[in-house]
């Protein structure tokens, strides 16, 4: 494929749409190589984050470079920690979806609470923080919380109560942080409805992460 072409590597179907749409907003011209397995999140929740997964996604991400990528996106948080080995087997950028809203959050406070509806998120994603943290020289002061259900009443079509209960999580975490990231690129609509609500910063990944690829793109051309 000519010109920049972004390879997004998924766990689910529910960001492709999003996703791809944020980035032709972002570069309209960008090609853009879509490859999920919708069975790797399932995988994830049973297994963790294995020897036997770390090869499939990798497999993935060689996929999507042999495809024609000038970069990766791996687009699930909780998988973001078999980009660390994939890093060392591709010849190409692959950008963790959560990494540039880590970098911010660190950037914006130290008290941050992080929210998830899936568990398997919260251990990736604060450790990631932890290790942005101490890129930056920062004393971090980490609150997860999962919102137990919520992630199960959105897999039943039951929306309305998902966000309910994520608004409820948002609301009393607002109380006592300086910043509140969502760990799942799943929970960014949301993100956008809440923000204005309260008084410190509310992030999630998908934005970030697409202005971050359009730098990849410039430091390309």
């Known amino acids: ?9 998924h766990t689910s179907f ?4 999003m996703l791809n749409t944020l980035i032709k907003k972002e570069m309209e011209d960008a090609q853009i190589v879509n490859i999920v397995d919708d069975t790797t999140l399932s995988y994830v929740r ?11 996604m990798w497999t993935y991400f060689l996929a999507a470079e042999q495809a024609g990528a000038n970069v990766i996106l791996n687009a699930c948080s909780s998988v973001g920690e078999t980009v660390d080995v994939a ?20 950037a914006l406070g130290q008290r941050i609470s992080v929210l998830a509806t899936v568990p398997t998120t919260i251990g990736p994603t604060c450790r ?3 290790l942005k943290a101490q890129e930056a020289g920062v004393d971090l002061q980490l609150e997860p919380q999962v919102c137990e259900g919520a992630f199960d009443l959105l897999l039943a079509g039951r929306v309305e109560e998902h966000d309910r209960m994520v ?10 942080s300086q910043v509140i ?10 993100a956008e ?29």
């Open 128 to 130: 990631l923080l932890e």
């Open 181 to 190: 990231v969502f760990a799942q690129a799943s929970m960014s609509k949301l």
């Open 167 to 176: 608004t409820k999580t948002v609301m009393d975490a607002a109380k006592n």
């Open 87 to 106: 890093r060392k087997l591709t010849s190409i950028p692959i950008l963790k979806i959560d990494e540039p809203m880590a970098e911010k959050a660190v």
């Open 14 to 17: 529910a960001l492709v749409e």
């Open 46 to 56: 049973e297994n963790g984050v294995d020897a036997i997964l770390t090869r499939r």
């Open 1 to 9: 494929m000519k010109g920049f072409t972004v390879g997004i590597v």
């Open 193 to 221: 409805r809440l923000a204005p609500t309260i008084d410190i910063p509310l992030l999630s990944s998908p934005r970030l992460a697409v202005e971050r690829l359009a730098e990849y793109r410039q430091k390309i051309q």
